[in-house]
Every structure is written in structure tokens, then in C-alpha cells.
């Protein structure tokens, strides 16, 4: 074997051990708060560089940043979307939507001089929704939602604190003392994650390739009464199976296709399958309905019958998994993109 035909053989088995590499745990961020409940982590990156949203989207999103407003909003803030932010975490804890705290660590490539000049410059013609607050040693841009956003959520994210950690963080948080603790988390280089330790096993099952996921520890007990829906033939019973509800875990890849995975880690195997068949008997019902929304609007036909082909349930190992697989195809007819 010569010189060439041995380093094709070896680049062939490099090859070969790549394909076959298993997909990489998540790694918990650092700057994250020890009360965190539950995670998302949405990949940019990935998502941007997917075949996918480069085929049908991506012009898309040029066109819209080529106009003179964007083009401004964005010279002003030093930030190209496309190029330079990669990757977001969020972690949010507490006792119902209402009271909920959070922080969104966006990791990427900023300018920390541009964005609070900007954020000064808006502060100016609009003071009732931007200003620039002191917080300790801290200044932080404060973006105020008068509207809430709406629903139960809307109260905890009224008021948003912004700050930049370094030139590859920014700091978005529901609470001034939650953004100062990242920073300082951020000015002396900590790594060591801070999250529970159930919380820390949960997301070192989730995949850092994926376009999106997010996981969280549950209980069950603290959901309330379900109200009366023709899709559930016994609230009640539906209530009493939640409650055996101690995790939830969901992973969105965007390359070719779409795939979607959503994992619910129950009390017991008796609970799991219990609740899987709750599941299935639900989706059946929605499987009826969907021939009526393809009849409506033709286009959506591919996805309906994505939908009805590979929307799955199964019970397994005191987990419930459900799985949806979405081609390239469909999602093209559903767009009018064609094949």
C-alpha cells in the first residue's frame, strides 16, 4: 500500500468514525442562575447554516435587513444577525408564569460601546420604554413592556434588564440582582455550572447540534384543574396522570428535514404508559381533523400527511416520547417554494 492509498484508507475510517460519532451532551452555562428550573437553548448557527433555511429562508431574511430602517438600527448597534450572534440559553425558575425570573445569555460577537450608545440615543425620543439604570456598580439598559406581552407570563416580563458581559455576551434579564449576578459570574471567568444537579442530568441528554431544545424538571402536582375539552374524555383523569409528570425535554433539528423529539419522564412505568395512551387516543383525534385543513388550503396537504404518517407516541423506560418528522418537500409545498 503506498504512501497516498494509505492516507485515503485512514481519512476514509476518520470519515466513517465522524458519521457514526454519537451527538454531543449539552454543556450547562455557567452564567446561568442556581434557581433555574427549566432551559432553552436555541443554535443559530445551526440553524442559519442548515440546508433548509439556507434554501428557503435565508434571502428572505437579507431582503428584510436590507432596508434603510434596519440597515440603521443595525449600523447603530455594530451587529450583523446573520454573522454574529450564535447561540442563545435561557434559564427561567419559579412558582407559577406570573412570578417567574429568567435570564437570556446571548453568545456571539458585540459591541458594547454601540449598543448602550444606541440604547442612550433611544432612551431619549422614547424614556417610557428604554432608560439607563445604575444597579451597584452596574449601569443596564432597562427595555419596559407597558402592554406585559399578554397573558400570565406578561407580568414577569414587564420589565427587561440588558447589559454586555464581555464582546461575546449579552445579559438579558427579568430582575436587576439576576443580571448583576451573571456579570460578576462573567468578570471572574467562572465555569463551574451553578443548576441542580437533576437539572444538570437532564440537560447532559440533550444534543448541542440540535436547532433548538428545551428541558426541565416538573412537578406535576402543581398543575391545576383542566378544564372541560372535547379532546379529553376525563379532565380529571388526564390531571391525575399529569401529576406523575417530573420532566419535560424537547429537541427541534432543522437540516433536510425537520424532526421533532419531546421526551415526558414520568413517576413510574405504570404512568408513562398510562399517560402515552392518554396521548395516542389525543393525537388520533387530531388526525381526524387534519384531512378538513388540507381540504381548506391544498397546499398544506404534504404536511398533513407528514403529520398523519409520522406523528408517533411510545411509552418506554418510564418515558413518553413523541416523535414528528417533517420533509424538506413538504415544508416547501406548504411555503409555494415547490420542490
Known amino acids: 500500500m503506498n504512501r497516498l492509498t494509505?492516507?485515503?484508507?485512514?481519512a476514509a475510517v476518520l470519515a466513517c468514525g465522524l458519521a457514526a460519532a454519537p451527538a454531543r451532551a449539552a454543556e450547562v452555562d455557567p452564567l446561568l442562575p442556581k434557581e433555574t428550573e427549566s432551559?432553552?437553548?436555541?443554535?443559530?448557527?445551526?440553524?442559519?447554516?442548515?440546508?433548509l433555511v439556507k434554501k428557503y429562508a435565508l434571502e428572505q431574511m437579507k431582503q428584510a435587513m436590507q432596508g434603510a430602517d434596519a440597515q440603521k438600527?443595525?449600523?447603530d448597534l455594530g451587529l450583523d444577525p446573520l454573522k454574529d450572534i450564535d447561540r442563545l440559553t435561557g434559564g427561567?425558575?419559579?412558582?407559577?408564569?406570573?412570578?417567574m425570573k429568567g435570564l437570556f445569555i446571548l453568545r456571539g460577537k458585540f459591541n458594547p460601546e454601540k449598543l448602550f450608545a444606541a440604547a442612550d440615543a433611544e432612551s431619549k425620543n422614547h424614556p417610557e420604554k428604554i432608560s439607563i439604570v445604575s444597579h451597584g456598580k452596574y449601569k443596564f439598559v432597562k427595555v419596559t413592556n407597558e402592554g406585559g406581552g399578554g397573558g400570565p407570563a406578561g407580568a414577569a416580563f414587564k420589565e427587561v434588564y440588558i447589559s454586555v458581559g464581555d464582546e461575546k455576551t449579552l445579559l438579558a434579564g427579568t430582575d436587576k440582582d439576576v443580571v448583576a449576578d451573571a456579570m460578576g459570574r462573567v468578570e471572574k471567568k467562572e465555569t463551574k455550572a451553578q443548576v441542580?444537579?437533576?437539572l444538570g442530568l437532564l440537560m447532559s441528554k440533550m444534543d448541542e447540534k440540535a436547532s433548538l431544545f428545551l428541558c426541565g424538571t416538573m412537578?406535576?402536582?402543581?398543575?391545576?384543574?383542566?378544564?372541560?375539552?372535547?379532546?379529553?374524555?376525563?379532565?380529571?383523569?388526564?390531571?391525575?396522570?399529569l401529576e406523575k409528570l417530573e420532566s419535560m425535554a424537547l429537541t427541534l433539528r432543522i437540516g433536510e428535514d425537520v424532526n421533532l423529539d419531546v421526551v415526558m419522564g414520568m413517576k413510574d412505568d405504570a404512568g408513562a404508559d398510562e399517560f402515552g395512551?392518554?396521548?395516542?387516543?389525543?393525537?388520533?383525534k387530531v388526525r381526524a381533523f387534519l384531512p378538513l385543513i388540507a381540504g381548506q388550503q391544498p397546499?398544506?396537504?404534504?404536511?398533513?400527511?407528514?403529520?398523519?404518517?409520522?406523528?408517533?407516541?411510545?411509552?418506554?423506560?418510564?418515558?413518553?416520547?413523541?416523535?414528528?418528522?417533517?420533509s424538506a418537500k413538504a415544508i416547501a409545498a406548504a411555503a409555494g417554494g415547490g420542490d
Open 219 to 241: 412537578d406535576g402536582k402543581k398543575i391545576g384543574d383542566i378544564p372541560p375539552n372535547p379532546l379529553f374524555d376525563d379532565p380529571a383523569k388526564l390531571k391525575k396522570q
Open 196 to 198: 441542580k444537579k437533576t
Open 39 to 51: 432551559i432553552v437553548f436555541v443554535n443559530f448557527r445551526q440553524i442559519l447554516d442548515s440546508e
Open 277 to 284: 395512551t392518554t396521548l395516542d387516543d389525543l393525537l388520533g
Open 299 to 326: 397546499n398544506l396537504k404534504p404536511i398533513v400527511n407528514d403529520v398523519t404518517k409520522n406523528l408517533k407516541v411510545k411509552a418506554k423506560d418510564k418515558e413518553v416520547h413523541l416523535t414528528l418528522s417533517l
Open 92 to 99: 427561567f425558575y419559579g412558582d407559577d408564569a406570573a412570578t
Open 6 to 10: 494509505r492516507r485515503l484508507a485512514a
Open 73 to 75: 438600527v443595525l449600523t
